[in-house]
């Protein structure tokens, strides 16, 4: 079974974005668990519900798209950001909006990176691979507090 800890929380609407993004994962050879979120109110019954379906223990890493059905990314990262056991969890904004005033918001509200999705698949492939590099095998996570 796979390390709950080492868990991506992808938050994603869009299906072709969704699986752009687990075969740019897959063909970069990170092969962590990848939990899936179709909307801001599934991501937040993820990660704070008390149902069967919340995740044992933090995610390594919340790869967040901002424009989300039901509650918006922006919401979403408020939320991570004021919960004591969620508050150091990385999260990196994946969204096609390059609009100024979301990246001041995302940034304000504590985001780790905000990369823009490239239209191209072959730059999406290489950015995607470069995230997960650098999220999941370089980059130091606090200890899950959960």
Request: aromatic share 4%; glycine share 4%.
């Amino acid at each position: 079974m796979a390390d709950p800890a080492k868990t991506i929380l992808l938050i994603e609407d869009d299906s072709d974005h969704e699986l752009l993004t687990i075969r740019a994962l897959r063909k970069a050879n990170i092969a962590n668990e990848i939990k899936i979120a179709h909307d801001g109110e599934e991501a937040l019954g993820l990660l704070f519900g008390d149902g069967e379906d919340r995740l044992r223990a933090n995610p390594q890493v919340v790869l967040l798209d901002l424009k989300l059905p039901k509650v918006d990314g922006l919401e979403v990262l408020r939320r991570i950001r004021e919960n004591e056991r969620t508050r150091t969890l990385p999260v990196v904004i994946l969204t096609s909006s390059d609009e100024e005033s979301d990246i001041i918001r995302s940034y304000r509200l504590g985001v780790n990176s905000y990369i823009r999705k490239p239209v191209n698949f072959t730059e999406f492939a290489e950015a995607t691979r470069q995230l997960g590099m650098y999220w999941l095998v370089l980059n130091a996570c606090p200890p899950s507090s959960n």
